[in-house]
């Protein structure tokens, strides 16, 4: 069995996802390079340091039940979103220690903001879409209504706006639109629906 350590160094090396392990008590024992890019303060960790001493080490990860997790992380220089799933190894039908896997979801959680954003806002001026406008607005009226709070809604409209599009051409009439949405984001209370 010398292959053993050869084989855990190809193995577990050669993931594109973090490894690490933990043993039963929470202490760190191993981890992979991957591990150690998105985690820079496990390099300075040494074998048997409880994972709660490791500087923002997340404490939901000492979950040792087969469990799924999203966090940020701070990793070379920026911050990262990783998925883990943490699972129990056993031994002799004993739990003896558990291992988490790490994975990058950045970029999907970018993807899934802007789909959102597509979903729910104006590409052009960032103000929200009609259809979420009317969902928000219903909600908030019902909330107000069932409250007895007060609520006000306000609806602006530009005038001469035709005139700037004939007279300077709809790109110009674009960049006043933009310039307004941006101008009333800035403005207005973050509970504010815009």
């Not at 929200?128 to 209504?145: G, P, S, V, Y």
Request: proline share 4%.
């Amino acid at each position: 069995q010398n292959w053993l350590p050869y084989a855990r160094e190809h193995i577990v090396e050669s993931m594109n996802d973090g490894y690490i392990l933990l043993d039963n008590d929470g202490r760190y024992m191993d981890a992979n390079k991957t591990a150690l890019r998105l985690f820079p303060l496990l390099k300075k960790a040494a074998r048997c340091t409880p994972a709660l001493e490791i500087e923002e080490f997340p404490p939901k990860l000492l979950n040792q039940t087969s469990s799924i997790c999203e966090f940020p992380q701070k990793a070379d220089d920026e911050e990262r979103w990783l998925r883990a799933s943490s699972t129990p190894i056993f031994y002799n039908g004993n739990p003896v220690c558990f291992c988490i896997l790490l994975y990058d979801v950045t970029e999907r959680r970018k993807l899934m903001a802007e789909l959102e954003a597509s979903a729910t806002r104006d590409a052009l001026t960032g103000v929200l879409n009609r259809a979420t406008l009317f969902k928000l607005a219903r909600r908030d009226f019902a909330l107000a209504r069932r409250s007895g709070a007060r609520m006000s809604l306000m609806m602006l409209d530009i005038d001469f706006f035709k005139n700037v599009n004939d007279q300077h051409g709809h790109q110009s009439g674009d960049e006043v639109l933009r310039e307004i949405g941006e101008l009333l984001q800035k403005r207005l209370r973050r509970t504010d629906i815009i």
